[in-house]
């Protein structure tokens, strides 16, 4: 049997003095989409963020990708792991093109990669236009075409469908589905329950720092 | 995945660029800095040869405080949902802090390109050895970006940086303060400023090595 994508074991984190997740076990297989809902301040956004490896545990164990995410080895398997959080994080001053270089740039991608992805998401007019005058939307989208740059083995979405339109809410399907079909494995986490039709495998749900299966 | 030195290349270029689109460097801090040199001696009034004499330390001083305003930008920058971003593209800790510290480098070297000639001219000045401070400039530019650099990744992006940046650059820049006034002075009474060159060198690579040391423990403390 394969090793898990996401293997978090009797997981405990705190954030400063406040625990936020207690003794929490979850395991993501190869081929499978999570999903996660939770009320606000569940610990949703803690979760992905110990699974992205930016965070490490207070209790308990996480291997991410085989890798344990208190080792050095951390550091090399992010660019494998596609995580989208719930503010956008492009920068602000540079123009959507900028941002998709600088990522390909350090990504190892090609030039024709970013134009070929930004025409993907549906960024080809907007390009040049600057980040910071871009709607949110559309800095969406421009973080989804960093993840057609170097698809993720693992993928992680902080309320994926939030504020998009129909057109991004189907390429956050298309990623989830490829990441899927590629033998990787995703978390979708979201305050709703539903997760607005989006193919997940199982869904959860978070409360009181621990998951039980969603009703 | 690309080498340490590419991904510092890259990220310096990403910070220029920033900077070159938000100006806040050469159309804010620059001119403000220049308004300061310009408004010492009218306020104290002072005769010519105390001018001359003070005229190389307030211009440190002053490249000094405005470079820490170099450090807050930088860190402004470096808020949250970006710096996540740096880290999941792989980026390593240090050449972020390499590359943030590169192009802090050039905008302090610009601003203190843009301030000699001001300073010289306020305050009476004359220079003997002008190729002397062809390495005196980026020395100085340098160790104050790298210190900059470091400690804005130290206070990270929390509610207390505005405080911390200046309370903890100003006395750690001392020696390079130190051995910048003195070399400057030097210069005007036309001695050798090699030792204070090499203080400088040494501030350099203390400052460099301690940033690779600590770089990964600083990122992920943020």
Redesign the interface.
């Known amino acids: 049997m394969s090793a898990p994508v996401v293997s978090l074991r009797a997981l405990g984190v705190d954030l400063g003095r406040t625990p936020v997740l207690r003794d929490l076990d979850l395991e993501v297989a190869p081929g499978e989409a999570v999903g996660i809902s939770g009320a606000n301040g569940s610990g949703k956004t803690t979760l992905l963020r110990v699974a992205a490896t930016l965070l490490t545990p207070t209790t308990g164990t996480a291997e991410v990708l085989g890798v344990d995410v208190t080792s050095d080895a951390r550091f090399d398997v992010r660019p494998t792991i596609g995580f989208i959080g719930h503010t956008p994080s492009l920068f602000p001053h540079l123009t959507l093109a900028e941002n998709t270089s600088f990522a390909a740039e350090l990504l190892g991608a090609t030039i024709s990669d970013v134009s070929s992805a930004l025409a993907q998401v549906g960024l080809s007019a907007a390009s040049s236009r600057r980040a910071d005058h871009c709607s949110f939307g559309m800095q969406r989208r421009a973080e989804f075409a960093t993840l057609l740059l170097a698809p993720p083995r693992l993928l992680l979405f902080d309320e994926a469908q939030a504020g998009l339109d129909s057109g991004a809410v189907e390429l956050v399907d298309h990623l989830l589905k490829d990441v899927v079909a590629r033998g990787g494995g995703a978390i979708v986490v979201s305050h709703q329950r539903a997760h607005g039709g989006l193919p997940l495998d199982r869904t959860l749900e978070l409360d009181n720092g621990n998951l039980e299966v969603a009703a | 995945?690309?080498g340490l030195r590419?991904?510092a290349a890259?990220i310096a270029r990403?910070d220029l660029?920033?900077e070159m689109?938000?100006g806040e460097v050469l159309w804010v801090i620059a001119p403000f800095a220049a308004i300061a040199l310009l408004l010492i001696p009218l306020g104290i009034g002072t005769d010519v040869p105390t001018l001359r004499r003070i005229g190389p330390g307030l211009y440190w001083a002053v490249v000094l405080l405005f470079g820490i305003l170099v450090a807050l930008r930088q860190s402004a920058?470096n808020a949250?949902?970006?710096r996540?971003?740096?880290?999941?593209?792989?980026?390593?800790?240090a050449a972020v802090l390499a590359g943030r510290a590169a192009a802090a480098a050039v905008l302090l070297i610009a601003l203190e390109v843009v301030l000699l000639p001001v300073m010289l001219a306020l305050y009476d000045a004359p220079i003997a050895g002008w190729g002397w401070l062809l390495a005196l400039v980026p020395l100085v530019g340098a160790a104050l970006a790298m210190l900059g650099t470091l400690v804005s990744a130290v206070t990270g992006p929390s509610a207390t940086r505005p405080a911390l940046v200046p309370l903890l650059v100003a006395p750690l820049a001392i020696p390079i303060l130190l051995a910048a006034t003195q070399a400057l002075e030097g210069l005007r009474l036309g001695e050798s400023i090699l030792t204070w060159l090499l203080l400088l060198l040494t501030v350099n690579l203390a400052l460099a090595v301690t940033g690779v040391l600590v770089a990964?423990p600083l990122q992920?403390a943020g």
């Open positions: 995945m690309i590419h991904q890259a990403r660029l920033s689109r938000s920058d949250g949902p970006q996540d971003r740096l880290a999941m593209l792989g980026a390593d800790p990964r992920e």
